[in-house]
């Protein structure tokens, strides 16, 4: 298949693959479309929230992008299954005792507020799951062989990059994930025929490559490889407290890695080649290619997030 690669200018719109959808997020709009059973798009538009200065300062931007998104994404994902099920379906009915009382009694913000602590805990599970499980496992194994400084070091870095890889493995072979994974596709050459300058039709962004620079895929490999680099220099006298050091590292960790993911988006020399290669390589696990229906659905979200000038949506 023929995919072109004459990106114009980089742009910071973009978005997340979702339950039969695709939110895509601009400068001042959020939108979300889904397809519906009866096979018409369903879209939603939201007003993008800013958060003022703390956004620009480097370092700091990265994990409040990270923290957001996973409330953003998950918010979403909740809405496009709802959507993808049909009027058939009744989120009363999947509601427990405790979620009908809260927004009986407490309101939408409390809803939100739930759906936000929902985000986080998935991200502690992933913290739990990335970060503090290898670092238990060497020590465990350190009982019965001596590894060494280095050599507990590089096991913890192979484990940390294993557990991710077959993580990924894993769920990309969940149907329901696949399909997901198919969507995150199609959004992905959406953008890169919009950056092309390409008109957004389902002939021309079917022609565009399914990999791009600037994928939170990239970003979470990057957050791996950066924690393996900056981990290596914390103690292993105790386990104990080299979780703690690692779990207080860790918005430095990502905000690190968001500075490396907007440098790899913005420049093209053999360096930032070099750092955005994983991110491409494990791509391959999460990004699929879509069918023609996945990409106007792609095409929905994204058509009405477009800033009038493309300047205004500058990476």
Sequence with gaps: MNQPNKERFKTSVGGQALMEGVMMRGPERICCAVRKPDGTIETKIDPVKHHGVWTKIPLVRGAISMIESLIVGYRYMMYSAQVSMGDDYDPAEEETAFEKWVGEHLGEKAENALLAVAAVLGGLLAILLFTVLPTFLVGGVDHFVALGRW??????????????LAYMVGISNMKEIHRVFEYHGAEHKTIACYEAGDELTVENVRKYTRFHPRCGTSFLILVVIVSVFLYSVLPWGSIGLRVVCKLLLLPLVMGISYELLKWCGRSD????????????????????????????????AVTPVLPENPEDGKW
């Design 269 to 300: 020399n053999w360096a930032t080649r070099i750092i955005r290669q994983p991110g491409i390589w494990v791509q391959h696990l999460t990004v699929f290619e879509p069918d023609d229906s996945m990409i106007e659905v792609a095409i929905a």
């Design 151 to 164: 050599g507990k070091v590089v096991l913890e870095a192979l484990l940390k990059v294993g557990i991710f």
